[in-house]
């Protein structure tokens, strides 16, 4: 196995801008840094779900790939145009009530997000299966994944929470920008 292949393109998944991240981003600019990580525990914890699933169920999945792939890109373009809707939608001199900020929203984007899922079904079977199959090797992989995982969704709560000033002052530019950013994510689904 090329271990700097595989550390590159864990880190290039998790760490490039995709829904998560962008709500994450979002969440911070919106609702503070404590509902951001509120959220992040949630995608974390999901995260490593669709991991540990990916797995277990690898030749399951692998027969019923096409379905879930169509399944999933439908769900998770409706769910992202409907975050880039709520985001565009928020207004700054109203504090927020939006329920994206959550632990529960947090888990339950991770099932939506076509990016997520793509990658933890892709990133198993290429780069541990072929070279290890032992349970503790696995788990260990399953682990060390989902934490590089956290840690980009942790960068990308410490960016929004940096530059939150500047963030704030250009609040609906912002907004405007978030939810675009997420609009192109669900159009490049179909891409």
């Known amino acids: 196995m090329s ?6 393109y864990c880190f290039i998944v998790t760490f490039t801008p995709g829904p998560t991240n962008i709500v994450i981003l979002s969440t911070v600019h919106n609702s503070g840094t404590k509902k951001a990580i509120e959220y992040t525990y949630g995608a974390t914890i999901a995260f490593g779900l669709l991991l540990a699933a990916s797995a277990m169920l690898n030749t399951i999945l692998v027969t019923i790939l096409p379905n879930i792939l169509i399944i999933m890109q439908i769900f ?3 769910y ?5 809707y709520q985001i565009s939608k928020m207004d700054s001199s109203k504090p927020p009530v939006n329920q994206t900020g959550t632990f529960m929203s947090g888990f339950l984007m991770q099932f939506l997000n076509p990016k997520v899922v793509v990658f933890t079904m892709t990133v198993i079977p290429t780069y541990i299966m072929p070279y290890y199959v032992s349970m503790p090797a696995v788990t260990i992989s399953v ?3 989902t934490v590089i995982g956290f840690l ?12 939150k000033a500047f963030l704030q002052k250009h609040k609906k530019i912002v907004n405007v920008m978030m939810a675009l950013f997420l609009v192109y994510a669900a159009i490049m689904i179909w891409m």
């Not at 992202?80 to 880039?84: D, Q």
């Not at 980009?152 to 530059?163: E, N, Q, S, Y």
């Open 143 to 145: 682990i060390a994944i």
């Open 80 to 84: 992202m145009l409907y975050l880039a």
């Open 3 to 8: 271990i700097t292949s595989f550390v590159f």
């Open 152 to 163: 980009a969704f942790i960068t990308w709560v410490l960016f929004g929470t940096i530059f």
């Open 76 to 78: 998770g373009s409706f």
